[in-house]
């Protein structure tokens, strides 16, 4: 069972650090809009924090389909430009931040590979937060099975039960809770409408401060020496 006591933070990364999930559903849409379909954001989410519950494509014109490289490479560079641009989600860096001064260690697990978590880590000046980055690379499978959690726990030393994850998605939160972690839910447009149990605590105004955090999700950090 998870203990209010904990040793460290791991958060997902998209959505949750990074809020890539709402361009790319918005260009996704649009794509689905100048073909007269309609992507439902129900659908969309089946697919958020994992990989291969949800293929967009199945969706559009035979014809559309035909030219799934093209436009792929085309969606993905629109994306990418918008992203470029974008900051992290408000309150973010802050919380990050604050986490190896109160003592705790900081973890990340996240259902994208290594390289697009790498790009965007380094091109916000975040890497050298993180004790660890568990990615798609490193496990069989990815969320909602618990595996990268587990790693990333594994990698920094600290039992499962001892962890606070941070997520915004249900996949994502379905597997740190399926790892015997602690969790909080940090919800977006795009998640917030996703099924959570009422037991899980969560913070729909966003990032303000570690400690916050902490407390809405009921743990606390081991009393430090006087």
Known sequence: MP??????????????????ET??????????????????????????????????????????QAQRDTLQVALRDRVH??????????????????????????GLASSSDRAWIDRWLTHHGLRDLFATTATQDDVARVKPDP??????????????????AVE?????????????MNVIVVPHDITRTQPFPPTWPRLDQGFSTLDDLLRVAGVHAPARPA
């Open 168 to 180: 915004d998605s249900l996949n994502g939160a379905t597997a740190a809770v399926a790892a015997g």
């Open 147 to 164: 595996e990268l959690y587990l790693l990333a726990a594994r990698t920094l030393g600290v039992r499962p039960e001892h962890c606070l």
């Open 81 to 106: 430009a918008e992203l470029q641009d974008a900051d992290l989600r408000r309150g973010v860096r802050g919380v990050l931040e604050a986490v190896a001064p109160a003592g705790l260690k900081l």
């Open 3 to 20: 203990s209010a006591e904990i040793q460290a933070l791991i958060f997902d990364f998209d959505g949750t650090i990074f809020d890539t």
């Open 23 to 64: 361009p790319e559903f918005t260009h996704w849409q649009a794509l689905y809009t100048e073909h007269g379909r309609e992507l439902h954001l129900e659908d969309w989410q089946r697919g958020i924090g994992t990989w291969g519950a949800f293929d967009p494509w199945a969706g559009l014109p035979d014809h559309v």
